[in-house]
């Protein structure tokens, strides 16, 4: 216990070391504006819109202290994304504190602990969770997540603790619905501990589930039901998942749905043998070591839901996923590793020697990926080299080089994007507005035309297109396309200029 501080300071060093760059890093166009600057919540933080975030959905997600967090901190110091990458970076660093405690308390050896914590906290899969800002709900609900196991192992006779336990799962929920799984892990920690299933302990587990049903319920309401079973290939994505945290190569922002199903599909074996390893290894540690066997189950009860659904949006699969799982597969090599601790120095140089390697290699993967996440465009161009092809990667990054002025190639991307889905109505509404900007209406006019038919409620379409309509001498074509836009928006004022100018065209 006395040199506990130099140990936390060995962990913490290291890591704020490695992730110190992301300070440096802006916002991305992948959800960090709605997270942030086009957030009401976090701009405009009051008693009201404080009150409001914990009785409404928003962009279907119910994470109302995720909201409330980066609102405090727009409050206190401003709307800047260093702030939020600060206020991430302090959270993973706690979070890596929680694991080292956890470590600690499982494995009953601090040195063991150190260096499974500097593994989880420097592991590549976590880069993406620690900054990227939207995913500020990922770091706060495990920072409550591990706090709430570590209240759970240290439980007392008395409401206490228990209460206490109830408490942080609760606020763990209103950072994200995936804290859903903690009764699961702490039932896992009950057979590790041989606590029997009595009276007691079945009411509290089952009061912990009731509340875990509660906010499933709310999730499943804000997202309209979306996600769908995926048992056909849980165990392709199961393996995808271990993969990913042994042997973390080709990490993305975004693993496309269409391609990374035709490689679990096309490479089955492979797909199939990290899961039956996982299976024996998991068979081998409940007969050997509870300790290893919970570490197992920890993984599996934390990824089980993203390995199960089709996860909401365009990626069948994330790293984010395995920012608490991965701490399981950790622990259980802690756990079959501890006991060499004790042992002479030729026994411990070997494990000792690999574990050095891989930090080192963690550390550096970490380091690249957190350059990933600089900006949009870095963001992007790291995907598009995995996959060259994707339209929304190519969208995005088509619309980060626009908001630089880069009109000339975002060109190039919109064009891609547009080779893909032809009726991608983003995609024919930047290139028709840059088709414009550059002098060439003719061009632009048949882009805003179906860009205007396929989004009718977007006052931009059809003021961009009146304007090029106005620029090929058709004013009274342009008029209806600016009235059009002041119906869809009555409030978007371009609209009434351009309308003004299509009238004194008619009158001339």
Known sequence: MRRRPLLLLLLLLPVLSVYYPVLKAGYTNWDDPYSTYKNPVVQNLTAASAAKTFTSTRLANYHPLTDLSLALETAAFGEKAAVHHAGNLLLHALNSVLVFL????LLGAEWPALAGALLWALHPVNAESAAWIAERKNLLYAFFYLAALLAYLRRREGRGWTVLVFGLFLLSLLSKASAVTLPLALLAL???????????NIAEKTALLG???????VAAAAQGARGELLTGNFTGLFSFYLLKTLWPAALSALYPYADTLAALKAHALLYTLPAAAYAGALFWAVKKDRTAAFGLLFFLVNILPFALMVPIGPSLGADRYLYLAAAGLIAAACAALAPRAGAGKARLAAPAVLWLACLLTAGALTAGRIKTWRSSETLWADVLQKYPDNEIANLNMAEALLERGRWAPAQDYLKKVLAVNPSNPDALYNLGTALAAAGRAAEALPLLKKAA???PGSAMAWNNLGLAQLALGSPAEARKAFLTATAADPSYRPAYGGLALADKALRR
């Open 453 to 455: 038919f396929l989004k």
């Open 190 to 200: 009950d057979w590790r501990d041989s606590r029997p299933l009595d009276r007691g």
């Open 211 to 217: 509340l875990a049903l509660v906010f499933t319920l």
């Open 102 to 105: 956890l470590l600690a308390s």
